[in-house]
């Protein structure tokens, strides 16, 4: 058996409401009824606890492949200009402006393949996990 209820809304959420109903395809009556069982249900505290802990480990993960992919970055970074300086000799004053010409043209070359690379969404990750396991498939 149900009881009739009537109450005033603030004209935003009942928008909000109407909205919601439609694109769920149930009646308000059936939303405001879920919504109201959520909030005064004992095990609500835990549900939205459970809920945040959730997210929070989500994010956690998220964090901790940020910091590998951003560490990958960071030593590949630091390998190639260690690499770069030990292996590169000492210019003569008489080429200098030659090879710098040269580099504009080779860094202009380095942000188009970059873009590139980006926008076809290739990963170093996945490449160096291929790279040291070729089993894996791509």
Same mark, same amino acid.
């Given at each position: 058996m149900r009881t009739k209820a009537t109450f005033r809304l603030p004209p935003e959420l009942i928008q909000r409401l109407t909205d919601y109903a439609a694109r769920k395809r149930v009646s308000q009556a059936v939303v405001v009824e879920a919504a109201l069982e959520s909030y005064l249900s004992p095990?609500?505290?835990?549900r939205l606890e459970a809920a945040l802990a959730r997210r929070l480990d989500r +994010?956690?993960?998220?964090? *901790? /492949?940020? *910091? %590998?992919h951003i560490t990958i970055g960071n030593e590949a970074l630091?390998? #190639? =200009? %260690? #690499?770069? +300086?030990?292996s590169t000799p000492?210019?003569?004053d008489a080429a200098l402006a030659a090879v710098q010409a040269k580099g504009r *043209? /080779?860094? =202009? @070359? #380095? =942000? *188009? @393949?970059?873009?590139? /690379?980006? @926008? $076809?969404? $290739?990963?170093l990750d996945v490449e160096l996990a291929t790279d040291m396991n070729p089993e894996v498939p791509r």
């Open positions: 095990d609500g505290a835990e +994010l956690s993960r998220a964090s *901790e /492949r940020l *910091e %590998r630091a390998l #190639f =200009v %260690r #690499f770069w +300086l030990t000492p210019l003569p *043209e /080779r860094y =202009v @070359a #380095f =942000v *188009e @393949a970059l873009g590139r /690379r980006l @926008a $076809q969404g $290739q990963r």
